[in-house]
């Protein structure tokens, strides 16, 4: 049987290459992975765009609430996956997730 | 006269007393003053003395008015953040306040990172770095004297 997945590429001002502050974690998450996401797939991809490098830990947290009430701390690792060019925005989103 | 050194008796009785509950009051802080103090230098001692002065020196602005130099300050905010868990769960409102300025801070510079900055608003930038580095120091040292 096959996974059932979706994609979400995110978007950004063009200028931007910073995330911070959890007010706007939670409105991205709103207003572009919200709509878009759904919980019973197998896999969620979350593609950020190549220009951010960087994530501040309260935006991860903003962003990522939502999915964490959803689906668990546990399931995050196998349900959703960061696709990013940066590898260290990827394991900063990781580590800011525990704490 | 029996009257009188019974009342004297009694007084000294009361004073004996206060003075008992408030030396074991003064212990008390003094024990857990000794404990933070104890903890504070396992958990936190170089980073405060020495990782965010060191950090924070690398951090300037660039002839083209762009914030760089901040990823290692950022991380020693993160190693603040993981090594305080213990308070998580022994003094919660401690842990959400510190976490807050931290936070705060690693906001700050971020959001300060894409913007393009030159002439005074490169040394407001570097003020208000400056003032929630100290934010952060007055919290934990508040925490440290209270214990």
Redesign the interface.
């Known amino acids: 049987m096959m996974n059932k997945t979706n994609h979400i590429k995110l978007v950004f001002d063009k ?8 007010p706007y974690g939670k409105e991205v998450y709103e207003q572009q992975v919200k709509p878009n996401i759904d919980f019973s797939n197998d896999i969620t991809y979350i593609e950020f765009p190549d220009q951010i490098v ?1 994530a ?4 991860v947290q903003g962003f990522f609430e939502d999915i964490i009430s959803n689906i668990g701390y546990e399931a995050i690792e196998k349900k959703i996956v960061i696709l990013s060019k940066n590898e260290s925005l990827k394991s900063s989103i990781k ?2 997730l ?2 | 006269m029996q009257v009188i050194s019974l009342v004297l008796s009694v007084v000294s009785l009361i004073v004996s007393i206060i003075v008992g509950v408030y030396d074991k009051k003064v212990d008390k802080k003094l024990n857990n003053i000794s404990i933070a103090s104890t903890y504070f230098n396992d958990l936190y001692k170089d980073l405060l003395l020495n990782k965010i002065p060191q950090n924070r020196k690398k951090i300037t602005i660039t002839a083209n008015g762009k914030l760089v130099g901040s990823d290692d300050l950022i991380q020693t905010l993160k190693d603040i953040r993981s090594n305080s868990l213990y308070f998580f769960y022994t003094d919660v409102t401690f842990y959400n306040n510190l976490k807050t300025k931290l936070q705060d801070l690693e906001n700050y510079i971020l959001a300060s990172e894409d913007e393009e900055l030159f002439g005074e608003e490169q040394t407001t930038v570097l003020n208000q770095i400056s003032d929630k580095i100290a934010d952060v120091y007055k919290v934990m040292t508040e925490k440290c004297l209270k214990g």
């Open positions: 200028a931007t290459t910073r995330l911070a502050y959890y960087k501040a830990s309260s935006f580590t800011n525990i704490f």
